[in-house]
Nanobody
Framework: QVQLVESGGGLVQPGGSLRLSCTVS????????MGWYRQAPGKQRELVAA?????????????NYADSVKGRFTISRDNAKNTVYLQMNSLKPEDTAVYYC?????????WGQGTQVTVSS
């Protein structure tokens, strides 16, 4: 059974940083596309950052970011730990949302349960 478990969310002041983790069990992420999405109250879920293995490298791959987070957020992966990270710097109140991890593992997409990130003074 494939499971994705996010952690690392919380309350942070504007300008602060958080690092989210998504640990996968039941399947290897080494050749899988992984991503972070977020959903704010009253809004649709949106892509924040994604990385694919692309058969290029086991420790990076191709990355893609939403324009609103470019230069502030960094997605990375540790295939040995089967974990994907989202380093979030210079956080803004508009980054407040539930953040979800998504993995395309085999033929299917899997989602984590989400972790709340609140940016407020």
């Amino acid at each position: 059974q494939v499971q994705l478990v996010e952690s690392g969310g919380g309350l942070v002041q504007p300008g602060g940083s958080l690092r989210l983790s998504c640990t996968v069990s039941g399947s290897s992420i080494s050749k899988s596309a992984m991503g972070w999405y977020r959903q704010a109250p009253g809004k649709q879920r949106e892509l924040v950052a994604a990385t694919t293995s692309g058969g290029i490298t086991t420790s990076g791959g191709i990355t893609n970011y939403a324009d609103s987070v470019k230069g502030r957020f960094t997605i990375s992966r540790d295939n040995a730990k089967n974990t994907v990270y989202l380093q979030m710097n210079s956080l803004k109140p508009e980054d407040t949302a539930v953040y979800y991890c998504k993995g395309t593992l085999g033929e299917f997409d899997y989602w984590g349960q989400g972790t709340q990130v609140t940016v407020s003074s």
